[in-house]
């Protein structure tokens, strides 16, 4: 949780107690310990009320998949172009070897034709 390992939990303790002493560190370890019971209390109350409001479908949701951590706009833009032709890229393959890599490919193939590059008189 956190990345909190046992070592820098002990660290932690030492400091807390070398900082509070000896007679305030009981009162804010039970502090502490109401703070965490709360903040589960809460978050069991939140899910009761998700279970309550989505009805039976909760426990049928898939929350892994939802989770923003899986989120990959790389696969995402990839499933989305091969999801309509399995066969392969979306575009035909004669337009993929024509297109050049580089914008220096590019300017190589206009000076090769004898045109100029593209401009656009209204940009800054």
Not at 70 to 98: H, S, T
Request: charged letters at 30%; a negative charge.
């Amino acid at each position: 949780m956190f990345g909190l390992t046992f070592d820098k939990l002990l660290v932690i303790a030492v400091i807390a107690v070398f900082l509070l002493g000896p007679e305030r560190l009981p009162h804010y370890a039970a502090q502490f310990g109401r703070l965490v019971k709360s903040l589960r209390r809460m978050a069991e109350d939140a899910k009761g009320r998700m279970r309550e409001e989505m009805g039976p479908d909760f426990d049928e949701v898939d929350w892994k998949k939802l989770d923003p951590r899986q989120y990959d706009p790389r696969r995402i833009i990839r499933e989305a172009l091969l999801d309509d032709n399995d066969d392969g890229p979306a575009f035909p393959k004669a337009v993929e070897q024509e297109a050049p890599q580089t914008a220096s490919a590019a300017l190589q193939k206009l000076r090769e034709t004898g045109q100029s590059a593209p401009f656009d008189s209204e940009a800054t």
